[in-house]
């Protein structure tokens, strides 16, 4: 059973930054899939970052040039790099993974999940 455990949640205030950690465990092939996505108040969960063991990443196109997703295969673990964040950043995020390459950034691609971690942006 794949186990995800995100880390690096908090408060900063607007234009701050925050790095997000995923670490994985579990995995019984070695291609797969780890994506972010994020709920906010009220709103559906939605993507923010997907990357895979191929060295595949995308950012979901209103959070590129703040938001970057990177992975270190020998910790199996996947950052997201979360610059000048906004208030509107303010949700729980989570990270999901699932077997395979190149996942869309959705939450339905992804069967295994986080318990996430808030991420609060203060004006």
């Known amino acids: 059973e794949v186990h995800l455990v995100e880390s690096g949640g908090g408060s900063v205030q607007s234009g701050g930054s925050l790095r997000l950690s995923c670490a994985a465990s579990?995995?019984?092939?070695?291609?797969?899939?780890t994506a972010w996505f994020r709920q906010r108040p009220g709103k559906e969960r939605e993507g923010v970052a997907g990357?895979?063991?191929?060295?595949?990443?995308v950012v979901v196109e209103s959070l590129k040039g703040r938001f970057t997703i990177s992975r270190d295969k020998d910790k199996k673990t996947v950052y997201l790099q979360m610059n000048s964040l906004k208030p509107e950043d303010t949700a729980m995020y989570f990270c999901?993974?699932?077997?395979?390459?190149?996942?869309?950034?959705?939450?339905?691609?992804?069967?295994?999940w986080g318990q996430g971690t808030q991420v609060t942006v203060s004006s």
């Open positions: 999901a993974s699932n077997y395979g390459l190149g996942c869309e950034v959705r939450p339905i691609a992804y069967h295994y």
């Open positions: 579990g995995y019984t092939m070695d291609r797969y899939c």
């Open positions: 990357s895979d063991t191929s060295g595949w990443t």
